[in-house]
């Protein structure tokens, strides 16, 4: 058992930000405040593949070399526009200096279609 956390360990990028587990993708919205670096990136946390779910990991740096990771930026809820995801998005502050999070919230459930007799429209779906 020890030789196979050495050998994950040694597997590890060095420099990179990594979880400790799962799918991890586009990094999102790095940002300088307060005295660290913010990272956050999309994660599967429970799966080594892509999955629908994405969350917003986040991890701090003073030297972007050594990170800290903390818990999730970014979770999908139940009955909301993200309920099925965190997709991209980027980090800013506001002009009052507050750090702010915009993103693309997911929901894939199904929407009502709707039509016209103009062979011009095209029916779309719109999920309120």
């Known amino acids: 058992m020890a030789v196979a956390r050495h050998v994950a360990k040694a597997l590890r990028p060095a420099f990179h930000v ?34 629908w779910g994405l969350v917003w990991g986040h991890a701090t740096s003073k030297d972007l070399v050594h990170w ?9 809820q139940a009955n909301t526009p993200d309920r099925d995801g965190c997709f991209s998005g980027c980090a800013t502050t506001d002009v009052d200096g507050t750090p702010t999070i915009l993103y693309t919230g997911v929901s894939i459930q199904p929407a009502v279609l709707s039509s016209s007799r103009s062979p011009c429209t095209i029916p779309y779906a719109r999920q309120l």
Request: hydrophobic share 30%; aromatic share 14%; net charge negative.
């Open 68 to 76: 800290k990771h903390l818990p999730h930026a970014l979770v999908p």
């Open 18 to 51: 990594a979880p400790r587990s799962g799918w991890i993708n586009d990094p999102n919205g790095p940002i300088y405040c307060n005295g660290q670096y913010h990272l956050f990136y999309q994660h599967v946390p429970d799966s080594p593949e892509w999955q």
